[in-house]
């Protein structure tokens, strides 16, 4: 049997998925709810396996390892693994400059 890890969502977190989801729903309610529900389902296979996304390349330019990422495109979430759970720390729009974003909030 495998482990299985608790997934939790920061607060920054959230209030990135509810903006995201807010202003798609603004066109198109349908839309943001296949969305959140995309994202909801990704994101709880992380209990099962949270390695499964990449180190998140920009921080780790930096020298950052500890982040990973799942994309749902064009959406990033971002999370880190700590002992038994899984902390979904942020998430952006890939189209955005995802760097300063990253950088702004992790280094300060």
Not at 34 to 51: E, Q
Not at 57 to 65: A, C, D, R, V, Y
Request: charge should be positive; glycine fraction near 4%; aromatic fraction near 6%.
């Amino acid at each position: 049997m495998s482990k299985t890890f608790e997934v939790l969502w920061a607060d920054v977190a959230e209030s990135d998925l509810k903006g995201i989801i807010l202003y798609i729903a603004e066109e198109s309610p349908g839309n943001a709810k296949k969305l959140l529900a995309r994202i909801r389902v990704r994101t709880a296979k992380l209990a099962r396996s949270p390695m499964q996304g990449r180190v998140v390349p920009e921080l780790l330019s930096q020298g950052i390892s500890q982040y990973r990422e799942v994309v749902i495109s064009p959406w990033r979430v971002i999370y880190r693994v700590e002992a038994d759970r899984v902390l979904v720390v942020s998430v952006v729009d890939s189209r955005r400059n995802v760097e300063d974003i990253l950088l702004g909030r992790f280094l300060n």
